[in-house]
């Protein structure tokens, strides 16, 4: 089974309008992260936003949230007020296990356009 | 602020022919990590590496790849023999030892690879 899941290849959004990015993941594991990352045309990946599977409150940083619902084990990013420079891909990551170094799982990714 | 650094940021390759990958870590960080992103595809966990030995590996790391950090600031990996389906993006990440869970992985700007 896919530990991360992103069922959006693709998405489009209207200039100023928020967007949902969808994240689904699995794990047995009671401790884990989950990350989101950018990563622009020119390749680098860029950090987001951080939930950790003890947090009781949903993430977010500036005009990323992360709608994290725990029994679903969904972590949707959430960008309000989108930009331009939104238009990249996202990928949502997840870190299994107590041990904050581990590997992380990536999902497939989605590609958001911003259109103005 | 600090930065994880590649280079090259693009190399290319006859299929058979060595090459060594490089990454600097950022300085305080003791975890290193590669990961490569075939075109199109999810980013995949390679190699971990701590305290100077190989901490975890995926299915993908076989007997062609192999990582040293050759002194206190490089950490490189090498692929002995390439193949074309080791064309693709690698990337390098660092993370602290830290005693947050948050303790985000920190990626480089990565390395195009091309075997031809």
């Known amino acids: 089974a896919q530990k991360i899941t992103q069922t959006q290849p693709g998405m489009f959004v209207q200039e100023k309008e928020a967007v949902t990015l969808d994240c689904t993941y699995d794990t047995s594991d009671p401790s884990y992260g989950l990350f989101w990352y950018k990563q622009p045309s020119s390749g680098e990946m860029i950090f987001l936003i951080y939930q950790g599977s003890y947090d009781q409150q949903n993430a977010t940083e500036g005009r990323y949230s992360l709608n994290f619902q725990k029994a679903r084990k969904s972590a949707n990013l959430v960008i309000s007020a989108s930009q331009l420079g939104d238009s990249a891909m996202y990928f949502c990551?997840?870190?299994?296990?107590?041990?904050?170094?581990?590997?992380?799982?990536f999902g497939s990714g989605t590609k958001l356009n911003v259109k103005p | 602020e600090p930065e994880v650094t590649q280079t090259p940021s693009h190399q290319v390759t006859q299929m058979g022919q060595e090459v060594i990958l490089r990454c600097v870590p950022i300085?305080?960080?003791?975890?290193f990590y590669w990961y490569r992103q075939i075109l199109g595809q999810k980013v995949e966990f390679l190699v971990s590496f701590y305290n100077n030995e190989i901490s975890e590996k995926s299915e993908i790391f076989d007997d062609q790849f192999s990582v040293e950090r050759p002194d206190g600031s490089n950490f490189t990996l090498k692929i002995r023999s390439t193949k074309l389906e080791d064309s693709a993006m690698y990337f390098c990440?660092?993370?602290?030892?830290?005693?947050?869970?948050?303790?985000?992985?920190?990626f480089g700007p990565g390395t195009r690879l091309t075997v031809l």
């Open positions: 990551a997840m870190r299994e296990g107590g041990d904050n170094f581990n590997k992380f799982y």
């Open positions: 300085s305080n960080h003791l975890y």
């Open positions: 990440a660092s993370s602290a030892l830290s005693g947050d869970s948050y303790n985000e992985q920190f």
